[in-house]
């Protein structure tokens, strides 16, 4: 007859001691999101006091789900409850509760790091030293994420090449390092780094995502020549390009509008056998819709439908960019109301796009349905939101319309920049009403916006033509005294409606 060996209690057992089923009330209460702070120090406090011992293993699971812990509304931040709850523990002193073990500790640097409070990292890690507890090489890695939050990474490097023997970092270790000094804008440092880890070998060896870091942290530079190269060395060194790898080279090259060389660095990765994504094919069309390309926006979006590479919401909003660019404003409404059917909720920008569109049209009631619905749906409108309904009234004349939404804008901590103000200060040029315009004008100067000859110039014309020439000669000197020369115009993405 065989022999059965008892069970370990589980969280979910029946009868198990009160300790666990004050564990099982914290991981219930956790997985339905109603377990708040003061709840869990309450019941914290309460298993504080059991006299039975909670196991080093249960009590670990604990911490791990707290660190885990989507944000709710009861517990915004589970990483950081973690901390107290072990602070707590700490406080309470020799509380028949198992000691902390290098598990617990772990878990608590990470979320240190997690929490947005990385100070009380190396903390943790000087009182896990005085324990006596034998620490290891995720205890390091997380308490380097913590010196790199803190911007202490040339501090965390040599933490980092100091270890004891016992300690070898690996190129997880190297990872973070790199990752910290890209953070900080210091990408040549990093590059040190990856070449130091090239020269160590072995399990030092940079991989992938080291490489993947360095080129990243170049890009964010601008430092496109730099990331280039460092692309070339990776694959002298044998190391395969992912797709990420790619995406990052593309992206540069569009940002920098090196549109045939972002097109031949995709020719490469296909050639290479790895498969473009979303990613990569959103960074050329955002190039070529910015630059009015629509003909290669078109061609892409096909391409993608082709291989069958799933649009997401900004693919959408590309797409529904070029219809309404191209007139088809019909068909970028069918487009934007069946997003929710594939499951990509409108953002910002889609809204934009559409009333943008509905705007260059003059279907105003459209426009203000939409506005109501994005209201509705709870998605914020931005700047060039309101720049867009601001334009379409000033465009039909509805100058009454366009200041309830201007007084809105403000209203709602909206700051209205130069173009805003430009649209604002010609409608009312246009309809001879110079005081406002005037005003509109003072109010831009006052707020410290930027103004330029487009202004200007709007204004002057506005008094010439209502023959007010002293005024206009007033402005003229004046943007003369100021040395305001005309600059050329780069496109901002948005409708100017003078």
């Given amino acids: 007859m065989p022999r059965f060996r008892p069970r370990s209690p589980s969280f979910h057992d029946p009868g198990t001691s009160p300790a666990y089923q004050l564990l099982n009330e914290f991981k219930d209460r956790l997985a339905s999101k109603t377990l708040s702070p003061e709840l869990a120090h309450q019941l914290f406090g309460k298993l504080l006091r059991q006299p039975v011992k909670?196991?080093?293993?249960?009590?670990?699971?604990?911490?791990?789900?707290?660190?885990?812990?989507?944000?709710?509304?009861?517990?915004?931040?589970?990483?950081?409850?973690?901390?107290?709850?072990?602070?707590?523990?700490?406080?309470?002193?020799?509380r028949p509760v198992t000691a902390p073990t290098i598990y617990t500790?772990?878990?608590?640097?990470?979320?240190?790091?997690?929490?947005?409070?990385?100070?009380?990292?190396?903390?943790?890690?000087?009182?896990?030293?005085?324990?006596?507890?034998?620490?290891?090489?995720?205890?390091?890695?997380?308490?380097?994420?913590?010196?790199?939050?803190?911007?202490?990474?040339?501090?965390?490097?040599?933490?980092?090449?100091?270890?004891?023997?016992?300690?070898?970092?690996?190129?997880?270790?190297?990872?973070?390092?790199?990752?910290?000094?890209?953070?900080?804008?210091?990408?040549?440092?990093?590059?040190?780094?990856?070449?130091?880890?090239?020269?160590?070998?072995?399990?030092?060896?940079?991989?992938?995502?080291?490489?993947?870091?360095v080129i990243g942290?170049?890009?964010?530079?601008?430092?496109?020549?730099?990331?280039?190269?460092?692309f070339h060395e990776m694959k002298q060194q044998g190391v395969v390009p992912d797709v990420v790898t790619y995406n990052s080279i593309i992206d540069g090259q569009c940002k920098a509008r090196a549109m045939d060389k972002a097109e031949a660095v995709l020719r490469q990765m296909v050639d290479n056998g790895v498969r473009p994504n979303t990613?990569?094919?959103?960074?050329?069309?955002?190039?070529?819709s910015t630059s009015g390309q629509l003909e290669e926006v078109a061609r892409l979006l096909e391409e993608m439908k082709t291989q069958g590479i799933m649009w997401d919401v900004f693919t959408c909003s590309s797409f529904m960019d070029y219809l309404c660019k191209t007139g088809r404003?019909?068909?970028?409404?069918?487009?934007?109301?069946?997003m929710a059917d594939k499951g990509h909720k409108p953002d910002v920008v889609s809204y934009a796009i559409m009333l943008n569109g509905y705007a260059m049209e003059g279907s105003l009631v459209d426009m203000n349905d939409l506005r109501?619905?994005?209201?509705?749906?709870?998605?914020?409108?931005?700047?060039?939101?309101?720049?867009?309904?601001?334009g379409a009234y000033a465009q039909c004349g509805k100058m009454d319309a366009a200041m309830l939404v201007f007084e809105d804008m403000l209203k709602h901590g909206v700051n209205p920049d130069q173009v805003t103000y430009l649209i604002v200060i010609a409608a009312f040029c246009r309809m001879g009403r110079m005081d406002d315009a005037m005003e509109k004008f003072?109010?831009?100067?006052?707020?410290?916006?930027?103004?330029?000859?487009?202004?200007?110039?709007?204004?002057?014309?506005?008094?010439?033509?209502?023959?007010?020439?002293?005024?206009?000669?007033?402005?003229?000197?004046?943007?003369?005294?100021k040395g305001i020369r005309r600059r050329p115009q780069k496109g901002s993405g948005r409708t100017h409606y003078v």
């Fill in 54 to 94: 909670v196991p080093e293993r249960a009590l670990n699971s604990f911490f791990a789900a707290l660190a885990r812990a989507p944000p709710s509304i009861a517990c915004p931040d589970g990483p950081a409850l973690a901390i107290a709850l072990f602070q707590q523990m700490a406080r309470a002193g020799r």
């Fill in 217 to 230: 942290g170049f890009l964010k530079e601008g430092e496109i020549s730099k990331a280039l190269d460092l």
């Fill in 372 to 390: 109501d619905q994005m209201v509705r749906e709870g998605v914020v409108p931005g700047l060039i939101v309101y720049t867009i309904l601001i």
């Fill in 329 to 338: 404003i019909k068909e970028a409404a069918e487009l934007f109301y069946s």
């Fill in 279 to 288: 990613v990569t094919y959103n960074s050329l069309i955002h190039e070529y």
């Fill in 105 to 213: 500790y772990n878990i608590l640097v990470d979320c240190c790091h997690r929490a947005r409070r990385p100070n009380l990292g190396p903390a943790f890690f000087g009182h896990l030293l005085k324990t006596g507890i034998r620490e290891d090489v995720i205890t390091f890695n997380n308490l380097l994420k913590c010196l790199g939050d803190m911007k202490r990474t040339e501090e965390a490097l040599d933490v980092l090449l100091h270890r004891k023997p016992g300690d070898l970092p690996d190129v997880i270790s190297y990872s973070i390092i790199l990752k910290s000094f890209c953070d900080d804008g210091k990408s040549q440092r990093a590059l040190d780094v990856l070449r130091m880890m090239r020269k160590k070998g072995c399990d030092h060896s940079p991989n992938v995502v080291s490489y993947n870091t």
């Fill in 442 to 481: 003072s109010e831009m100067i006052n707020m410290g916006v930027p103004h330029d000859t487009n202004v200007y110039e709007c204004m002057i014309k506005g008094y010439f033509r209502q023959g007010d020439l002293v005024q206009a000669n007033k402005l003229f000197t004046e943007m003369k005294n």
